[in-house]
């Protein structure tokens, strides 16, 4: 057990980097995670020896330190891969990133027609208000391509109309990409300048990024630091601006532990962690702390017998007929994720609430439930399942309602006044970022608290993000 007192809650990208970070620099740590394998949402599940992603994801980054860090941990194991990407829609596939070409083709020359007349009216004619996710992708696509490439994927993804999500979640993730780049793209081949969301190629670990940080894990453990899984924190005790103690709970016996504290790195949601300090943090703050919600993910994993269904790693479905979202295809993301290459497994992927009816169904519902909308979009039929199983994920991904800046500024200057904490990660930030931006912030966190400069993970790469919904 190490003297030093450092402890991190949360084994997710932030978790992990920090952790790996810090031991490097002979400071180990201990790691304090709920769930049984470090990775959080880039765990990778082995399952009768096929290979499952948690929602499918690419390795892509515009920092030169990450790429650098995962080319040093995979070395050989880090394959480059071909994207392919398609939408569903009407029982036809468009390519995702839109082309110009691909597009109008797919939709009848009459609906083409309005699409680009709707794109023009926008350009010239727009009200010029970007407050919403709606506003901001209708003017830079038009009203009606909106209403058939983004608005029922995003109304899936959120639950909530595109008029209340805050326009950030667009600028974030769609940042660059518009009706004019995807005709100049078509037309040009833009050779520079292309923005991350048109990457053709990414990077991914020949048996999912499970490995990716379970390297991580076995070098940190090296080096000193200590992991704790199976354990949820509870509280966090703090006097004099100082975090002093969290206390845990074993999930299998409910035992309650505590630990004493010198330094504590949070990559837990951060409305959680001001929920869970003592003593409690102000009325004000805890009510904006449960103003700020997530919205959940499940994933049913399905094993096929069949050797090939489609070429993309991914497929949005845009069809408003079934609930269904996304379905990767793991095959196409690595050879190695299939234990026999005539199989073919799929993830298919919802995003609802806890309290939907999709989330309290049981495994077995759910499944049937999950390939019954397979077979109505035409993708395959149950005859060729061979077996399944479901993840399910709460705190996935931060809802951004129109007021959540708000929010999430009281709770950052609140905690502020704590000396000896950081917060970091996508949940621990309530900021909807890709695997390589949680990294960051957990490397940054760890080079704070060891004077190696100053870092604000507040803000890492905000100029920079690129699509990976």
């Not at 995807?182 to 991350?196: E, G, L, S």
Request: charged content about 25%; proline content about 4%; aromatic content about 14%.
């Amino acid at each position: 057990m190490p003297k030093e007192k450092i402890i991190i809650i949360g084994s997710g990208p932030a978790g992990m980097a920090c952790a790996f970070t810090l031991s490097k620099s002979a400071r180990p740590c201990v790691i304090i995670e709920r769930d049984d394998a470090p990775g959080g949402f880039c765990q990778t599940v082995d399952f009768y020896n096929y290979l499952f992603d948690i929602g499918g994801h690419r390795f892509i980054s515009k920092s030169e330190e990450i790429k650098r860090l995962w080319q040093d941990v995979m070395g050989d194991d880090l394959l480059k891969v071909k994207r392919v990407s398609r939408i569903y829609y009407r029982k036809r596939y468009f390519n995702y990133p839109l082309s110009f070409g691909n597009t109008f083709y797919n939709l009848n020359p009459l609906e083409g027609f309005y699409c680009v007349i709707s794109y023009l009216k926008s350009k010239y004619f727009n009200n010029n208000k970007e407050n919403t996710v709606e506003e901001w992708i209708v003017s830079r696509f038009g009203k009606r391509l909106f209403q058939i490439f983004f608005k029922t994927y995003t109304e899936k993804v959120w639950g909530v109309a595109c008029q209340n999500i805050s326009a950030d979640w667009a600028k974030q993730r769609i940042r660059g990409l518009s009706l004019r780049v995807a005709m100049q793209k078509a037309i040009f081949r833009m050779a520079k300048n292309t923005p991350k969301t048109l990457s053709e190629e990414f990077y991914y670990p020949k048996r999912g990024p499970g490995e990716f940080y379970r390297r991580l894990k076995d070098f940190s453990s090296g080096k000193g630091s200590q992991f704790i899984f199976g354990k949820e924190v509870v509280s966090i005790a703090h006097a004099s601006g100082k975090i002093t103690a969290v206390f845990w709970e074993d999930k299998s016996h409910g035992q309650r532990l505590e630990m004493p504290v010198d330094y504590l790195f949070s990559s837990m949601p951060l409305p959680l962690l001001v929920k869970s300090l003592q003593p409690a943090a102000p009325d004000y703050v805890l009510q904006a702390a449960g103003k700020l919600k997530f919205r959940s993910f499940i994933a049913v994993n399905i094993i096929l017998d069949r050797a090939e269904i489609f070429s993309d790693q991914w497929l949005y479905i845009h069809s408003p007929e079934v609930k269904l979202a996304r379905v990767q295809n793991y095959k196409n993301w690595s050879p190695h994720m299939v234990e026999d290459p005539n199989k073919t497994t799929l993830g298919l992927e919802y995003f609802c609430d806890e309290e939907d009816r999709i989330w309290k169904m049981n495994d077995v519902d759910l499944i049937g439930y999950a390939v019954e909308e397979l077979e109505r979009i035409g993708i395959t039929s149950r005859r060729h399942l061979i077996n399944a199983f479901v993840v399910r994920r709460t705190y996935a991904y931060p809802i951004y309602y129109l007021d959540y800046q708000e929010n999430v500024k009281i709770l950052r200057d609140y905690l502020s006044q704590f000396s000896n904490m950081q917060t970091m990660g996508r949940s621990g930030l309530f900021c909807y970022d890709n695997s390589d931006h949680a990294l960051l912030t957990g490397i940054y966190a760890a080079r704070n608290f060891l004077g190696d400069g100053y870092f604000d993970v507040w803000s890492v790469n905000t100029d920079e993000r690129y699509l990976e919904s």
